[in-house]
Nanobody, 118 residues
Framework: QVQLVESGGGLVQAGGSLRLSCAAS????????MGWFRQAPGKKREFVAS????????YYQDSVKGRFTISRDNAKNTVYLQINSLKPEDTAVYYC???????????WGQGTQVTVSS
């Protein structure tokens, strides 16, 4: 049974930073690409970033390039999302996902709330 558990969200002032974590179990972690998505109130869920199983390839949504960094530790079965220079428009529930490719995801976590105050 695949489980993805996000943590690290919270309330932060604009300009601050957060590091989100997603711990995976029930999968051969290094065989899966991992992704982060977010869903703001009243909006559709959107892609944020993804990383290959080895960590050698990374993709980002254009609007987060330079501020967000996705990384993974295969020894810990964990993927991270470092978010710097937070903006109020980054407020959303952030979800991690696992998949066999960097563009198609099969498993999802329950999400962690990030709220950025101005």
């Amino acid at each position: 049974q695949v489980q993805l558990v996000e943590s690290g969200g919270g309330l932060v002032q604009a300009g601050g930073s957060l590091r989100l974590s997603c711990a995976a179990s029930g999968v051969t972690f290094s065989s899966y690409a991992m992704g982060w998505f977010r869903q703001a109130p009243g909006k559709k869920r959107e892609f944020v970033a993804s990383i290959s199983g080895s960590g050698s390839s990374r993709y980002y949504q254009d609007s987060v390039k330079g501020r967000f960094t996705i990384s993974r530790d295969n020894a810990k079965n964990t993927v991270y999302l470092q978010i710097n220079s937070l903006k109020p428009e980054d407020t959303a529930v952030y979800y991690c996902a696992a998949g066999v490719s960097m563009v198609e995801f099969d498993y999802w976590g329950q999400g962690t709330q990030v709220t950025v105050s101005s």
